[in-house]
Nanobody
């Protein structure tokens, strides 16, 4: 089993930055690709960013391209999300997720492990 714990959420003004981190523990050798999702009140969970097992390949949702950067440190079993130029519409609970078997899918159904989420609130 794998446990994922997010940290780094908080309240920031529009235009500001936050850095989210996700620490993996347990059977971390079974983790392949990792990703960040988010869910705003009254909305469905949506994909934000994905990073391959090696960290050499990344993929972003259009609405965060150029503003967010995903990275991972396999030696420390962590994945991070640097969020710049934040907008009020970025307000959501952000979740870290991991796949056991690498696929190109960014559907939430293709991810096997999930963290509990961290709240990000962007004020206008």
């Amino acid at each position: 089993q794998v446990q994922l714990v997010e940290s780094g959420g908080g309240v920031v003004q529009a235009g500001g930055s936050l850095r989210l981190s996700c620490a993996a523990s347990g059977r971390t050798f079974s983790i392949s690709a990792m990703a960040w999702f988010r869910q705003a009140p009254g909305k469905e969970r949506e994909f934000v960013a994905r990073i391959s097992a090696s960290g050499g390949s990344t993929y972003y949702a259009d609405f965060v391209k150029g503003r967010f950067t995903v990275s991972r440190d396999n030696a420390k079993n962590t994945v991070s999300l640097q969020m710049n130029s934040l907008k009020p519409e970025d307000t959501a609970v952000y979740y870290c997720a991991a796949q056991r078997y690498a696929t190109r899918s960014v559907s939430s159904n293709s991810f096997d492990y999930w963290g509990q989420g961290t709240q990000v609130t962007v004020s206008s």
